[in-house]
């Protein structure tokens, strides 16, 4: 089945400190979705990308999508400790259900 | 925030105890789903459903049933209990907002088989 590459597994920075997780796909993907994880908790949508090379902003969030809709990246500028948790793309696997990503894991030192 | 409940939030058994998770959401949604996450670690779907009536296995191969005989409520039995069945466990619900097709999660069921 289709699976979803998402890199890096892990990463620490200071606050302040720019961080981007990045995620990649062996076939097109007709959209992708990012969900976040915080610590003890569980997965909330943060937003879905359906057009090539489609940019979306959150605040200090920023997302984007692959020209070929194979790859999608999420930015965070000047991270702060609330930005803390898990990072999941997540594409359509079959018959309405998703393929996830194994999530970067983001931790923030103040 | 999403309208989906699981219960219990924490449970410890002994191995070979039958357990029921429960997983109720209001929203109406026909799909649902349910995932199993060990702390930290990729969500592994391992049964979903379309409606009343319908299930599948996930991508999971996973010892757990599920039934749907109502819309709102989505159980996950374990017939027997045992220690690699220790993890969290998800339930989801999916719905069109604002145009999208996404996914609510409820806070999730921690299991422990001692």
């Known amino acids: 089945g289709q699976q979803v590459m998402q890199i890096p597994q892990y990463q620490h920075v200071q606050e302040g400190e720019d961080f981007t997780t990045y995620c990649n796909s062996s076939?097109?993907?007709?959209?992708i979705q990012w969900y976040k994880q915080r610590p003890g908790g569980h997965p909330v949508f943060l937003i879905q990308?359906?057009?090539?090379?489609e940019v979306k902003k959150q605040k200090r969030l920023t997302f984007q999508f692959g020209e070929a809709k194979k790859n999608s990246s999420l930015h965070i500028t000047a991270t702060q400790t609330t930005d803390v948790g898990t990072y999941f793309c997540a594409g359509p696997g079959g018959y309405s259900t998703l393929t996830f990503g194994k999530g970067t894991m983001l931790l923030v030192s103040p | 925030e999403a309208d989906i409940y699981q219960t219990p939030r924490y449970l410890v058994i002994g191995t070979g105890k039958k357990i029921t998770l429960e997983c109720s959401q209001t929203?109406?949604?026909?799909?649902m789903y349910w995932y199993q996450q060990d702390p930290g670690m990729e969500l592994h779907l391992i049964h979903y459903?379309?409606?009343?009536?319908?299930?599948e296995k996930g991508d999971l191969s996973s010892e757990s049933t599920v039934s749907r005989i109502r819309t709102e409520h989505f159980p996950l039995t374990l017939e027997s209990a045992r220690p690699s069945h220790t993890s969290q466990y998800l339930c989801?619900?999916?719905?069109?907002?604002?145009?999208?097709?996404?996914?609510?999660f409820g806070p999730g069921t921690r299991l422990t088989v001692l």
């Open positions: 459903s379309y409606g009343v009536n319908s299930t």
């Open positions: 076939t097109t993907l007709s959209n």
């Open positions: 990308l359906v057009k090539s090379g």
């Open positions: 989801a619900s999916s719905g069109v907002r604002g145009g999208t097709d996404t996914q609510y």
């Open positions: 929203m109406g949604h026909d799909k």
